[in-house]
């Protein structure tokens, strides 16, 4: 089998895994270069990570560690995984550290959702292609926990409206809270940097 082939076989295998495992996570997706530059953080995250804030083990190891001390995701593989979704929403994890993971979103017409934002974790969006709607910050209504540092709200006071589109970056930091609703499609990275499990 030739070589080129059996990468989109594993990349294939590793979707379909991750679909699976990710069913009801939110993710995102990012250009090579913003790929390598996020990767390239990874030495600084732990410095950002806060041990007495420590994110759920099961989750953490939803996906096992990329043990690669660096990663290149070119442009054609990001376009790959984009096109291998088709006409649905799904995510490919692209890098899964302790400090962070890195995501790719490919979403079609999606309507809002709850509120969501987590205790142990930021959000770096960097939009690909397309545009999507994101309502960010305020005070939550009705807010409940759905687990240690997540939680969710169906109403909010005071968010900010803002549409994103091909090229725009948008920086969450843990604890605010933010929702996303997609008119036709988007692609996008998200780069989630969170507090380490405690050892």
């Known amino acids: 089998m030739p070589m080129q082939d059996v990468e989109k076989s ?3 295998r590793r979707m379909v895994r991750n679909e699976e495992i990710d069913a009801s996570r939110r993710t ?3 250009g090579a270069p913003a790929a390598a530059v996020v990767l390239a953080l990874a030495d600084l995250l732990p410095a950002m990570a806060v041990a007495q804030n420590a994110m759920p083990l099961a989750q953490q190891r939803a996906f096992p560690l990329s043990t690669e001390k660096f990663k290149v995701i070119t442009a054609e593989t990001l376009d790959d995984d984009i096109q ?3 006409d649905k929403t799904g995510t490919t994890r692209l ?10 979103w490919a979403e079609k017409t999606t309507g809002p959702h709850e509120y969501e934002w987590h205790e142990h974790r930021d ?3 960097y939009v690909l292609d ?3 709607d994101y309502e960010v910050g305020g005070t939550p209504l009705k807010a409940h926990s759905i687990g240690p540092g997540e939680w969710l709200a169906p109403e909010m006071n005071g968010s900010t409206r803002m549409t994103l589109k091909k090229g725009d970056v948008l920086v969450i930091r843990r604890g605010t809270p ?3 609703s997609t ?3 988007v692609a996008f990275l998200i780069a989630s940097p969170q507090t380490p499990v405690a050892s």
């Open 10 to 12: 594993k990349r294939r």
């Open 183 to 185: 008119k036709e499609s």
């Open 28 to 30: 995102l997706l990012v």
């Open 130 to 132: 397309g545009e999507t």
């Open 123 to 125: 959000h770096i969006v």
């Open 95 to 104: 890098f899964n550290d302790k400090n962070f993971v890195l995501d790719l």
């Open 178 to 180: 933010h929702k996303r």
């Open 84 to 86: 291998s979704h088709d």
